[in-house]
Structures are given as structure tokens and as C-alpha cells.
């Protein structure tokens, strides 16, 4: 089962930052949120993951809500090759299975 | 290196064909994954190897055999496929860290598309 909702698709201009929201309004005390994207065709690509603090690293942000039932995925400054479905999922609590959820259809728009 | 690789790119098998994709990683993970990804859909977990055991099968049809022959390789064997069965087929690899509760990021290869006639 799906553990997380996301839009079905969103557009950003060429160079403005890109919020890309997430919920998972049922995960678990020590289930991590992984963030992924997967541009046409090609194997998903590791973007951030975070549990409970805000995290950043070169590609993006990973802002998580106190309650932890909801995350956004920020791309600072969006790209013309940033046009990808980015994928939100809730890492099983045992195990190493990840259950992706729908995706974001994101379109960078010039 | 954080690379997966995945052989062929591209197969094409008839539904009486055995054929077998093949995936690799030299980055000394010991769980390896593979996922099937119909068009426009999200990857679905297929199987799980862990330490170069099964660990999990998502009541996968028989008729997709993997095989892990060391903890750089795993295959995926392919006998008496149907149509529907064609898809990417999405291999991945992680650290592997079985019952820990620290994080396992997972690398993807770039998949094998395969298509069943």
C-alpha cells in the first residue's frame, strides 16, 4: 500500500525554486522520507532523505513538518532538466523495501 | 561510484523464450532489488536479496526466476512470458543493513526495457 500522496503534476518557471509537496500522514516514529525522481525512461535517481530534521544537500532541500505528516521537496533553482516525476516514499520500518507512491509529473517551464 | 549496471538495455522474447537479465554492482552492497515498471506508473518491488539470500518475493509469478550468484551480481530469469509482462525492469542495490533502522539509500540501474511478443 501506498504510504504517500503527492500531486499528479505541477509546473515551475526556469530558475525559481520548485516546492514539491508530499503527505504521509500515517508514517511511523522511525521510518525515514526518501525523495527520488526519475527522468523518462531512466533509472530513479537518489535525491535526499531525511526523518526528522530539515535536510540539504547539493540538489535539493527536504523540509519535514514537526508532526511528521507531511515533507516538501524544495529544487532552489529549477532547470530546464529538472522536468521529471519526482517520487515520494516512506522507507518500510523493517526491511529494505521501498513502496513508491504515484509521483509528481514536475514540467520546468522556460 | 554509486553505478548500477544493467544488461541488455533493450529484449525482445517470444512467450516460449527463457532469456535472462542481468544486473551488477561493485560498490559492496549486499542487498540488491528488483523492481518491474509498467508505462507511466511507479516501480513496483518485485524481489529482495539480502546478503545473497531471498528475503522478500511479492508473490511474484513463478515464471520470473531471480538468482543471486554473489553479492555483486543478481539475474532475473525469464521463462513462458505473457504480454503483459513487458515493462522496465529496474534493478537496485543498498548497503544492506538487514534488521538495522539506519537509513538504506538504494542505487538504481538504468533498466532493461523488455518487451514480450
Known amino acids: 500500500d501506498a504510504k504517500t500522496t503527492q500531486p499528479t503534476s505541477m509546473d515551475c518557471a526556469e530558475g525559481r525554486a520548485a516546492n514539491l509537496p508530499c503527505n504521509h500522514s500515517?508514517?511511523?516514529?522511525?521510518?525515514?522520507v526518501y525523495w527520488y525522481r526519475q527522468i523518462h525512461s531512466q533509472g530513479p535517481q537518489y535525491i535526499i532523505h531525511?526523518?526528522?530534521n530539515n535536510e540539504t544537500n547539493e540538489m535539493a532541500s527536504l523540509i519535514i513538518t514537526e508532526d511528521r505528516k507531511s515533507s516538501t521537496l524544495i529544487l532552489p533553482h529549477a532547470t530546464l532538466r529538472d522536468t521529471a516525476v519526482y517520487y515520494c516514499?516512506?522507507?518500510?520500518?523493517?526491511?529494505?523495501?521501498?513502496?513508491f507512491g504515484t509521483g509528481t509529473s514536475l514540467t520546468v517551464i522556460p | 561510484d554509486t553505478e548500477v549496471t544493467q544488461t541488455p538495455k533493450h529484449l525482445v522474447m517470444g512467450m516460449t523464450n527463457k532469456k535472462s537479465l542481468k544486473c551488477e554492482q561493485h560498490m559492496g552492497h549486499r542487498a540488491m532489488y528488483w523492481y518491474k515498471q509498467k508505462a507511466k506508473k511507479p516501480p513496483e518491488l518485485m524481489f529482495v536479496y539480502s546478503y545473497e539470500k531471498l528475503s522478500i518475493n511479492e508473490s511474484v509469478p513463478s515464471r520470473f526466476s531471480p538468482e543471486c550468484p554473489n553479492s555483486s551480481l543478481l539475474n532475473l530469469h525469464l521463462h513462458a512470458l505473457q504480454p503483459e509482462d513487458s515493462a522496465l525492469y529496474l534493478c537496485?542495490?543498498?548497503?544492506?543493513?538487514?534488521?538495522?533502522?539506519?537509513?538504506?539509500?538504494?542505487?538504481f540501474g538504468p533498466g532493461t526495457r523488455l518487451t514480450v511478443l
Open positions: 531525511g526523518l526528522k
Open positions: 500515517t508514517i511511523s516514529g522511525n521510518e525515514y
Open positions: 537496485a542495490s543498498s548497503q544492506g543493513s538487514g534488521t538495522s533502522r539506519s537509513t538504506d539509500t538504494q542505487y
Open positions: 516514499i516512506v522507507r518500510a520500518y523493517t526491511g529494505n523495501q521501498f513502496y
